[in-house]
């Protein structure tokens, strides 16, 4: 590998078991390395950065303590595995991730028995690795499950019901929750650690053993007096007592960054044979890296970066994206209306609210990483009267469908969803990509579903969206730029499930739903140069259907295309019922529905996964000549 940092520890580990054949003593130099060869594969790359840099000498401890892979050690959400990938015999690969054919981004199963779960969305290691340490102790297993959780993560309900559920079970599992923000509780030096290594220690538990043993021979009030007593008073030295009520023995704060503080007591929870234990450490994002400590957020998912400046190479492109025109666009209608509000769950920066929150601090709100509350929130913010605007990912809005159905959709309240990142979205690979909202939105009696071909028709549909109050809206855009239309200097708003027709034409009708009307645009224009005169539509709305427009093309074409970047059965099922329902298939209309495939397409640039897809320019026209039959077919050919 051509590599100019001098690592002659690091070069030394190709798997864990190299690694634990270190001193502790070495340990400190190891982390050193580590830390230094992460910056300079991520500054050729670009990826994630600030949380992997946080998690290094927890992640040399880790490995170190415990005999991995047979240990099981699952990442949640993964944006912080980086370290991990390459202490587990990846770091050859580092200088390929997230690139097409490269290392994933996240921890992933067919990538490395290092990995035992994969993940890309929060919150859910606790779930996994108890289901790991049940079907351990059901197979009669001694390895231990660790599973390791930032703070951010644990403000979802689910890594709360999973850890009630391994209480109950008293299940030997063992959670480090991952502190970066030090949103619980602060360490406090070398007493923190002191008392952190005292209560994991086996001497502690095993006279706390002893002592619940003989409390059972105590009357029932004092028994209940001598629980609480003992955990009071260790929770008032240590914190951790929210935990302990959910049936997990408490250890921490300590100092995610000492190796002296973390090796003991990660040695001790190992040993131990009781019960789920929670290890609280505190660690920094972007420790180690001026640039990435002094600005963690801008750091968290960073491009190609000059290691010596921090300096982040910048788009070429010069279209604003369609994260920056929502949130403009809803800060201007949110001047006027003082009604509209913005609900986001833990991502500012990725829907654009931070833009929003900056001059409307008080309107909005960021629920945490917490979907499923956020959309009822917004169902009781509508039910007063209030526009919420529920800014969310298409990827992780589905966690929340239940509250769309049962709480938004059936009592017909207006809330309206931005859903941004529908459709590929490029490195972040199939756990990020925006598949299946417009699928799982269509079939809800009463909801309007839009898409945006362009940032024009963005802001239109913000305008659009501010206006309507019958019930439930939504609108999905892509991640990335724009295609550099002329805009509006404020968003008209649309008739409810109306389209348009942007090029007229005799043979052919290509009808579009959001990001595919430019590719849809450039192959009617090849077809045209072979003699098929094409007719291009922006169908704007998935439901309602615009049947007049849908009965126009498929009276007046031979050839209908319908274009959409989502899975098999949003728009184009839609479409095809409703031609199936009104008989407009049955004088020989050559239908054929482009969508993306029925699998999970890996990491690759958006242009490469979208012509994977036969979604592009190219996968269209295509299409229209495989419809046309075998002579048309030879006309292409040739």
């Known amino acids: ?32 390395e580590l830390r230094a060869d992460l910056i300079d594969a991520v500054s050729k790359t670009g990826g994630h950065l600030g949380a992997g840099l946080g998690v290094v000498e927890l992640t040399v401890a880790l490995h170190y303590v415990f005999d991995t892979p047979d240990d099981r050690l699952i990442w949640d959400v993964g944006h912080q595995a980086y370290p991990h990938k390459i202490l587990t015999g990846r770091r050859e690969k580092m200088r390929t991730v997230r690139q097409e054919g490269g290392l994933s981004g996240f921890a992933k199963r067919t990538e490395s028995e290092y990995d035992p779960f994969g993940a890309g969305h929060s919150s859910a290691s606790i779930s996994a690795g108890l289901g790991m340490a049940v079907a351990r102790d059901l197979a009669g297993g001694t390895n231990n499950v660790v599973a390791v959780i930032g703070d951010g993560a644990m403000s979802a309900g689910m890594a709360y019901e999973a850890m009630n559920n391994a209480g109950a079970l008293d299940a030997r599992l063992i959670v480090i ?29 095993t006279l706390r053993n002893r002592a619940k043993s003989l409390s059972q021979h105590l009357p029932d009030f004092m028994r209940e007096g001598a629980r609480k007593t003992e955990e009071y008073t260790r929770g008032f030295f240590t914190g951790g007592t929210l935990f302990e009520e959910l049936g997990f023995y408490y250890v921490g704060p300590i100092d995610g960054h000492d190796l002296d503080h973390l090796l003991p007591v990660l040695k001790n929870v190992r040993d131990a044979q009781t019960g789920p234990i929670l290890v609280h450490v505190v660690t920094r994002k972007g420790k180690g890296y001026a640039p990435a400590e002094d600005s963690d957020d801008k750091y968290h998912g960073v491009s190609k970066f000059d290691v010596i400046t921090g300096a982040q190479a910048k788009s070429k492109g010069n279209a604003p994206s369609y994260t920056s025109v929502f949130a403009e666009t809803l800060i201007q209608e949110a001047r006027e209306d003082d009604r509209i509000v913005a609900v986001h769950a833990a991502m500012p920066d990725g829907t654009g609210l931070d833009k929003f929150g900056a001059v409307f601090p008080a309107r909005t709100f960021d629920v945490g990483i917490a979907e499923q509350h956020a959309v009822t929130f917004c169902a009781g913010l509508a039910s007063e009267g209030y526009k919420p605007f529920a800014a969310i990912y298409s990827t992780f809005l589905q966690r929340a469908y239940d509250q769309i159905v049962h709480d938004v959709a059936i009592q017909k309240l207006p809330v309206r969803f931005a859903i941004d990142r529908a459709g590929y979205v490029g490195a972040d690979g199939p756990t990020h990509a925006g598949a299946f909202d417009t699928g799982f939105l269509c079939p809800l009696p009463g909801m309007v579903v839009m898409a945006a071909a362009d940032e024009a028709e963005l802001r239109h549909m913000v305008r659009t969206a501010t206006l309507y109050d019958e019930g439930p809206i939504s609108f999905r855009y892509p991640r990335g730029n724009g295609t550099g239309v002329d805009m509006p200097e404020r968003g008209a708003a649309l008739a409810i499930g109306k389209g348009r027709i942007v090029k007229e034409g005799t043979k052919v009708a290509i009808l579009s739903f959001g990001s595919r009307l430019a590719d849809s645009l450039a192959a009617a224009e090849e077809l045209d140069t072979f003699g098929l005169s094409t007719t291009v539509a922006d169908a704007r709305f998935a439901k309602p259907l615009d049947s007049d427009l849908i009965a126009r093309l498929a009276r007046d074409h031979e050839v209908l295309i319908l274009v959409e970047e989502g899975a098999s059965g949003g728009f184009a099922t839609q479409v095809l019922q409703h031609l199936a329902v009104r008989g407009l298939l049955d004088h020989g209309l050559k239908v054929r529905p482009l969508t993306m495939p029925d699998r999970f397409v890996d990491h690759a640039a ?23 039959g075998a002579g048309a077919e030879r006309v292409l050919k040739a």
């Open 606 to 628: 958006p242009e490469a996964m979208v012509k994977s897809a036969a979604l592009d320019l190219k996968g269209i026209v295509d299409a229209v000549f495989r419809a046309l």
């Open 177 to 205: 929750l991952n502190d970066n923000d030090m949103s619980i509780a602060p360490p406090t030096g070398a007493m923190s650690a002191y008392l952190a290594r005292l209560v994991s220690g086996k001497t502690y538990r």
């Open 1 to 32: 590998m051509q590599n100019e940092l001098t690592t002659p520890l690091l070069d030394q580990i190709a798997a864990p078991a190299d690694l634990r054949r270190f001193k502790e003593s070495e340990l400190r130099q190891v982390a050193d």
